[in-house]
Antibody
Framework: QVQLQESGPGLVKPSQTLSLTCTVSGGSISSGSYYWSWIRQPAGKGLEWIGRIYTSGSTKYNPSLKSRVTISVDTSKNQFSLRLSSVTAADTAVYYCARDELDCSGGSCYGPLFDPWGQGTLVTVSS | QSVLTQPPSASGTPGQRVTISCSGS????????VYWYQQIPGTAPKLLIYRNNQRPSGVPDRFSGSKSGTSASLAISGLRSEDEADYYC???????????FGTGTKVTVL
């Protein structure tokens, strides 16, 4: 049973870079047809997709965050990571990582088929 | 910046049927499959429906999904107290070239 666990600082100062890591256990991050995604949720608000990575290193980001986001993968450690630069209070949220199963048919791919999710980690941006 | 619109709340008594709508556009729901997630407060979301109307193993058949044009719906029949949660729709958006989520609907069991 694949499980995901987020880790990283819970407090980041404004203008600095938020860095989180998602560790995958119970299976290889390189096996199967999966993307690996980051999603966030400000307190009391809805879900926002941040971006995803394939184990080849191919990435896709939310256009609204693209200029500040970098997602990378380390297959040797079975981990993928998120870096969000120039953070402000608006970036305060619970950050989730999730496995994103490729859901393709007829030459097109769909999604998001996020399963499983990590438990989430709260990151607060404050001085 | 939610692109898909849902009603903020819905409610029903135990045993009733509740329906949640999700309104989008041609670039998302109109062109792609819809997925639904259930989030019990304090926990991570859970996949409930994929490809408009397919249930992952373990999801009760009380949950059903449908899609028509640029809108989709999630129905919960035989409402139970454990269904009290937030529900989100999601889809790929061709214009944004990314995933978009709905605004979320809080379901209350009266």
């Amino acid at each position: 049973q694949v499980q995901l666990q987020e880790s990283g600082p819970g407090l980041v100062k404004p203008s600095q870079t938020l860095s989180l890591t998602c560790t995958v256990s119970g299976g290889s991050i390189s096996s199967g047809s999966y993307y690996w995604s980051w999603i966030r949720q400000p307190a009391g608000k809805g879900l926002e997709w941040i971006g995803r990575i394939y184990t080849s290193g191919s990435t896709k980001y939310n256009p609204s965050l693209k200029s500040r986001v970098t997602i990378s993968v380390d297959t040797s450690k079975n981990q993928f990571s998120l870096r969000l630069s120039s953070v402000t209070a608006a970036d305060t949220a619970v950050y989730y990582c999730a496995r994103d199963e490729l859901d393709c048919s007829g030459g097109s791919c769909y999604g998001p088929l996020f399963d499983p999710w990590g438990q989430g980690t709260l990151v607060t941006v404050s001085s | 910046q939610s692109v898909l619109t849902q009603p903020p709340s819905a409610s029903g008594t135990p045993g009733q049927r509740v329906t949640i709508s999700c309104s989008g556009s041609r670039s998302n729901i109109g062109s792609n499959y819809v997925y639904w997630y259930q989030q019990i407060p304090g926990t991570a979301p859970k996949l409930l429906i994929y490809r408009n109307n397919q249930r992952p193993s373990g999801v009760p058949d009380r949950f059903s999904g449908s899609k028509s044009g640029t809108s989709a719906s999630l129905a919960i029949s035989g409402l139970r107290s454990e269904d009290e949660a937030d529900y989100y729709c999601a889809a790929w958006d061709d214009s944004l070239s990314g995933y978009v989520f709905g605004t979320g609907t809080k379901v209350t069991v009266l």
